[in-house]
């Protein structure tokens, strides 16, 4: 019996719609991730993107266990001496809340080329709404 390995031509993609609401980034990001790369799906190839798109809602309602919510920090750094600027959750979660979830799960894939065109099939919406109306994403209770 033959391995089977996926083709890009022959992967069919979904779409699933995650309601944040309430949920640790930390499993939330796993699981998000593992659907980007497709890890949920009987023909995963490591070499092939066989992922589905995966559209986030009420991100700015997730939830950090412990001291996260007070003592993680993400760093920005300009290029210039002196330009290192450094922003808590809580900031982060103000200003855009989809960067806090789209960093998370970056940091669960795989580092290379693959992984960018990954991340372009994850869409996050810090409300209710999205935009995804048309595409029909099957609901995923967590």
Known sequence: MKTYLAKNETVERKWYLIDAKDQVLGRLSVKIANILRGRNKP??????????????????????????EDQK????????????KRLGVSQMQERQPDFVIK???????????????????????????????????????L
């Open 73 to 84: 920090q993400y760093m920005f750094y300009s290029g210039y001496v002196g330009g290192e």
């Open 43 to 68: 023909t995963y190839t490591p070499h092939v993107d066989t992922g589905d798109f995966v559209v986030v809602i009420n991100a700015d309602k997730i939830v950090l266990t412990g001291k996260k």
């Open 103 to 141: 960093h998370a799960v970056k940091g669960m894939l795989p580092k290379n080329r693959l992984a960018a065109k990954m991340l372009t099939k994850l869409r996050v919406f810090a409300g209710e709404e999205h935009t995804h109306e048309a595409q029909q994403p099957e609901i995923i209770k």
